[in-house]
């Protein structure tokens, strides 16, 4: 059997999962998570900035020498927005090749879309078309709208979680006046972007993935750690979402950290992610959302083994 790794580099985590493969078959053998934060400061910069680069570098350099432990090859790194949108974007891909010995391939949003989508169909395959994946990131949010299989029609806009928490959040609870600008230019950015190819394509589900909306899941669930089998398939409410921004809203930073099912790194950008999450299902139409615990680096390898 072959082993296999992804590297998610994203604008605020970085996700990694060592495969091993039989034919179109896999399972995993190493799955890991860490809050970097590489988008932090490059909204009012304009470039990402030095230490988060430093950290995210340390925590690459880590996952690589650990799938090289486990014999994994290759091993194939992707950035998203916060890489994608930078200026030393290249730069910093460069860097990391240097470090590593392994290329980082810089998706475009629409790559983005389409991966993460396979890992989708993939894992639930069940879904009936057509349906829109939405895809909450730190940098940049993605809607694709999947039929007979494919995407048929994609957006990717860049409006994620980390600029959104620097303008808009601080360690105390929700200031629900600046919450309220937040949201109103959420829903005006959804409103203008989210084409109606997308918005009025008569889908069926919505399917939710990534850090937002699995935090919100566990949450929802009650579990007393994240639990990716229990979240994988969550159906989420509307209504359970507005629930817990007052739950949450009413939480300091420092409590809301202590919840047990959340990530380290999460807590600050939980809001302005449930912000996103609401506005999406308005915009779509929706009162609820099928969440996905597998994204990106499950997509990854699916493509890594169709193409060998």
Do not use: K
């Amino acid at each position: 059997m072959r082993r296999l790794a992804t590297i998610d580099l994203g604008t605020n985590t970085v996700r990694l999962l060592v495969a091993e493969a039989q034919g179109q078959a896999w399972r995993p053998l190493l799955e890991s998570q860490r809050v970097t934060r590489l988008g932090q400061g490059q909204a009012a910069a304009g470039r990402l900035c030095e230490a988060p680069m430093d950290r995210t570098l340390g925590v690459l350099t880590d996952f690589v020498a650990a799938a090289e432990g486990l014999g994994a090859a290759p091993i194939r790194i992707v950035a998203t927005s916060a890489v994608r949108e930078a200026p030393n974007g290249a730069d910093f891909a460069a860097r990391v090749r240097a470090a590593t010995g392994h290329a980082v391939e810089i998706l475009s949003g629409e790559d983005e879309a389409r991966l993460t989508l396979l890992a989708v169909r993939r894992s639930l395959p069940w879904i009936p078309e057509p349906f829109v994946l939405l895809d909450i990131g730190g940098g940049s949010t993605e809607f694709v709208l999947c039929s007979e299989g494919r995407p048929a029609a994609a957006v990717s806009l860049t409006l994620g979680v980390v600029p959104l928490t620097e303008e808009f959040m601080d360690a105390g609870a929700v200031d629900w006046t600046r919450l309220a600008v937040m949201r109103r230019r959420i829903q005006e950015r959804l409103a203008r972007e989210v084409p109606a190819a997308i918005a009025a394509a008569g889908a069926r589900t919505l399917v939710g993935t990534a850090g937002t909306v699995t935090a919100l899941a566990a949450l929802d669930l009650g579990l007393a750690a994240y639990d990716a089998d229990r979240v994988h398939g969550h159906r989420l409410t509307r209504a359970a979402v507005e629930a817990l921004l007052a739950r949450l809203g009413g939480l300091t930073l420092e409590e809301r950290s202590r919840l047990p099912c959340l990530e380290p790194g999460r807590a600050d950008v939980l809001i302005p992610g449930i912000a996103l999450c609401l506005a999406a299902v308005d915009r779509l139409g929706f009162d609820s959302l099928l969440v996905s615990d597998r994204g990106l680096r499950e997509g990854i390898l699916c493509e890594m083994l169709a193409l060998s």
